[in-house]
């Protein structure tokens, strides 16, 4: 009986540890473009990093290899939209999940328990005009708006949007009075002096109908749909609205990589591994941005121009610098100065106290750093 216990207790050391497992929910456009490029350059990313991904079923499941060891396995699973991502991960059908900033931050906002825990993708917010507008920057745009006599209507998706919030600051540097469905606060201006009517859309294609319709004179996008939403029917991009006076979302968080307080407390060396093979990823996206491009290109199956002019506008970065920051708190304040805020949220007013509820670096910071030492190697 002796031996056999021993023999028993020599067998559980010698085995390997089982590798843990997670299910990575994504939207599918080019903001997951780092993760495809893993996905299907791994002699590539192994040469480099000596990080690198096995596939078994394309598109669907991996392993992650550090050398010739194997560290996690990874399901991943699209979705068409950012809700619908944010809503794998609450109900426990993902463990991490790769959607927009501006979702996730609304969730905190209604006492959801999910953080950011990287960000990933940031630029890219564009203002697109159909034809008929005789204008091709800001500025001429803002002097046509100026001569109008009536409110020019410009469509934007979603809620809450940085995109949208940033916008509206800038029409209000450039006095430009506006009305809609964007938490406004104050007083409503007199109709007479309204310059411009924001209208939320559904969706992007729906945007673009009622620019082609005439319906609406412009919209306020994120990439890509500013690009697909600009190559119909004579709409052209005049310019990235993110860079806009007053400055406010200069560079702010796009796409951000997110995860449950659960998860982060039980599964926090599966989620850190993760996280380097995406702060590698980041960096090759960046270098090897023709890799990058036809990655996308073969796993969204998109036009390679329409593709190229998308990823153009856009950058990636796993590193949370001043910008990644400062963007989650202006969110925050701007939404602040509209009572957009729940009361339960309405006391964080320093930036320490409001970044410690939506975003937590805990995993990020040992990732990055192995990341960093693979990098240099």
């Not at 109900?91 to 990287?118: D, H, M, N, W």
Request: with cysteine; net charge neutral.
């Amino acid at each position: 009986m002796t031996r056999v216990i021993a023999f028993l207790l020599v067998m559980a050391v010698a085995a390997p540890a089982a590798v843990p497992k997670l299910t990575v929910a994504y939207r599918r456009d080019d903001h997951a473009a780092p993760l495809y490029a893993a996905c299907l350059y791994p002699k590539d990313f192994r040469a480099r990093y000596g990080l690198y991904l096995k596939e078994t079923k394309p598109r669907v499941l991996y392993d992650l290899f550090d050398g010739p060891r194997s560290t996690l396995s990874l399901r991943l699973t699209s979705f068409d939209s950012d809700s619908a991502v944010l809503a794998a991960l609450l109900s426990g059908g993902a463990q991490v999940g790769i959607l927009a900033c501006e979702e996730l931050l609304t969730a905190v906002l209604a006492g959801k328990p999910v953080r950011i825990i990287a960000p990933l993708q940031r630029r890219g917010d564009m203002l697109v005009t159909n034809r008929s507008v005789p204008a091709a920057d800001w500025k001429e745009f803002i002097g046509w708006i100026k001569t109008q006599d009536r409110p020019v209507a410009i469509g934007y998706i979603g809620r809450h949007l940085m995109t949208v919030l940033g916008f509206t600051q800038a029409l209000e540097y450039e006095n430009v009075k506006y009305v809609g469905t964007v938490p406004e606060g104050g007083l409503s201006p007199k109709p007479e002096t309204v310059g411009v009517r924001l209208v939320r859309v559904d969706d992007w294609p729906v945007l673009a109908v009622e620019l082609e319709l005439g319906r609406l004179d412009a919209a306020v996008l994120q990439e890509p749909a500013a690009t697909l939403v600009s190559a119909v029917d004579g709409n052209r991009t005049i310019g990235r609205i993110d860079i806009l006076p007053p400055g406010r979302f200069e560079d702010r968080p796009g796409t951000i990589i997110a995860a449950t307080d659960s998860v982060i407390r039980g599964q926090g060396d599966a989620v850190g591994r993760f996280l380097e093979l995406m702060a590698v990823a980041t960096h090759y996206a960046n270098n090897r941005t023709r890799n990058t491009l036809a990655a996308a290109n073969k796993w969204l199956e998109i036009s390679p121009v329409l593709e190229s002019v998308s990823l153009g506008n856009v950058a990636f970065s796993s590193r949370p610098d001043f910008t990644f920051t400062t963007g989650i708190w202006n969110w925050y304040f701007a939404l602040r100065l509209k009572n957009a805020v729940p009361e339960s949220m309405a006391g964080y007013m320093e930036e320490k106290d409001w970044l410690g509820v939506p975003y937590d670096s805990l995993l990020l910071m040992p990732a990055l750093d192995r990341a960093g030492a693979r990098i240099i190697r």
